[in-house]
Nanobody, 127 residues
Framework: QVQLVESGGGSVQAGGSLRLSCAAS????????MGWFRQAPGNEREGVAA????????YYADSVKGRFTISTDNAKNTVYLQMNTLEPEDTAMYYC????????????????????WGQGIQVTVSS
């Protein structure tokens, strides 16, 4: 049974940083395409970042490029999202997701491609 558990969320002032973690069980993160998504109230869930199988390639939404970094720790079977220079517009529920894909994934930030999801964690950025 696949389980993804997010942690590390919270409240921070604009310009600050947070690191989200996603601990996986029932799958090995190095053999899956892993992604981070977010959903603000009234908005659709959008892709933020993704990392290909084996961590060779990363993908980012334009809104977070240069500020967010996705990475994996295979020994801990965990995926991270380092978020720097946070803005109030980054306020949302953040979700970890996984999909089976070997190689370069198609549509890596498209949520319907991901069958496995965590419960989400809140990130609030105040101005």
């Amino acid at each position: 049974q696949v389980q993804l558990v997010e942690s590390g969320g919270g409240s921070v002032q604009a310009g600050g940083s947070l690191r989200l973690s996603c601990a996986a069980s029932g799958l090995t993160v190095s053999t899956y395409c892993m992604g981070w998504f977010r959903q603000a109230p009234g908005n659709e869930r959008e892709g933020v970042a993704a990392i290909s199988t084996g961590g060779g390639t990363t993908y980012y939404a334009d809104s977070v490029k240069g500020r967010f970094t996705i990475s994996t720790d295979n020994a801990k079977n965990t995926v991270y999202l380092q978020m720097n220079t946070l803005e109030p517009e980054d306020t949302a529920m953040y979700y970890c997701a996984a999909r089976v894909y070997s190689g370069i994934p198609t549509y890596p930030l498209q949520r319907i491609r991901y069958p496995y999801w965590g419960q989400g964690i809140q990130v609030t950025v105040s101005s």
